[in-house]
């Protein structure tokens, strides 16, 4: 395809062109939507064997759990291949080879929470992206009907069980986060499911603010947590039992929503007309605790977000 080579005559490999992709969408994540059908259609015309295949998912899945702030981006990138990559060898379509790839770590997790300061990092960095991909992979089932992989929904009980069995500050501080992103979500589907997964995960959490002997600021970031879960995590309830809250018909819908602020230190809420953009900013950022190490080191702050 002449065309296809006018546009990649520059790449020598797949590897020098996705790596070159990656590092652009890292520095400009709003070129995403403009980029994104391009860079399939040309993985499309180069990725025909079942090698690179293996190669693209280890590229993504490496940039995903290495580079600060790419995990949301990472499992939208994912999204997007998993729907539109036309190759599908017998070991395995884009998505099953990815997520076989991240069973090699979920498999390793017990070892990986108690090993030394960098291990748990790359770990903690791989439970994130785990979850995002949770959030953001989509799956269509033959009705047409789109649901998240029930997989990864019990491979992340799995995952905050061994952040919790080892409590050392940077596991808990990983398991907040992960709550944090996820907890709404993962909560609503184990009750459809008729199972009580969330309390015992709150009760882990109460159990290791009286026992473990972790730090006291890592503490408070538990409580807060707990205190977060019980008001819904922060979902505002509906003004009748058949009718969602909104802007438009509950006057409080509004009172009760953090106050966050901008990396330039400009405070926006809910009510901000930009809100979703600016909160999705705020998740992208390297580091969601600001006053806390992730080694669990003294703190500076007063151990709010």
Not at 94 to 118: P, V
Request: charged content about 25%.
């Amino acid at each position: 395809d002449s065309t296809f080579e006018d546009r990649c005559d520059s790449y020598l490999t797949l590897a020098e062109y996705v790596q070159d992709f990656l590092n652009h969408l890292t520095e400009q994540p709003g070129c995403f939507e403009t980029e994104i059908e391009q860079f399939a259609e040309i993985l499309n015309g180069w990725v025909i064997a079942d090698e690179a295949l293996q190669e693209l998912v280890e590229l993504i899945y490496q940039q995903a759990t290495s580079v600060p702030n790419f995990s949301y981006m990472g499992a939208r990138l994912c999204n997007y291949l998993s729907h539109h990559l036309t190759i599908s060898p017998q070991s395995g379509n884009f998505r099953q080879l990815l997520l076989q790839r991240c069973r090699t770590e979920y498999e390793n997790r017990d070892e990986a929470t108690k090993g030394d300061e960098t291990t748990r990092k790359q770990f903690h960095a791989f439970v994130l992206f785990l979850a995002e991909l949770y959030l953001n992979l989509e799956i269509k089932g033959t009705k047409g009907q789109v649901t998240r992989a029930e997989i990864l929904q019990e491979g992340l009980r799995e995952l905050l069980n061994a952040l919790f069995s080892n409590p050392v500050d940077s596991n808990l501080i990983c398991a907040v986060k992960l709550l944090k992103l996820t907890g709404s979500v993962l909560e609503d589907a184990w009750k459809e499911k008729g199972k009580n997964d969330m309390e015992e995960m709150i009760q882990r959490i109460e159990n290791v603010v009286l026992d473990a002997n972790c730090s006291r600021d890592v503490k408070h970031m538990l409580l807060k947590l707990v205190e977060l879960r019980s008001s819904n995590w922060g979902r505002v309830h509906g003004t009748t039992p058949h009718a969602e809250a909104t802007p438009e018909n509950d006057p409080n819908y509004f009172m009760n929503e953090p106050t966050f602020y901008t990396s330039d230190g400009v405070p926006f809420t809910a009510a901000d007309p930009d809100y979703q953009e600016k909160y999705q900013e705020l998740l992208e950022r390297e580091d969601l605790f600001p006053y806390y190490e992730e080694n669990g080191a003294d703190l500076s702050g007063p151990g709010e977000l």
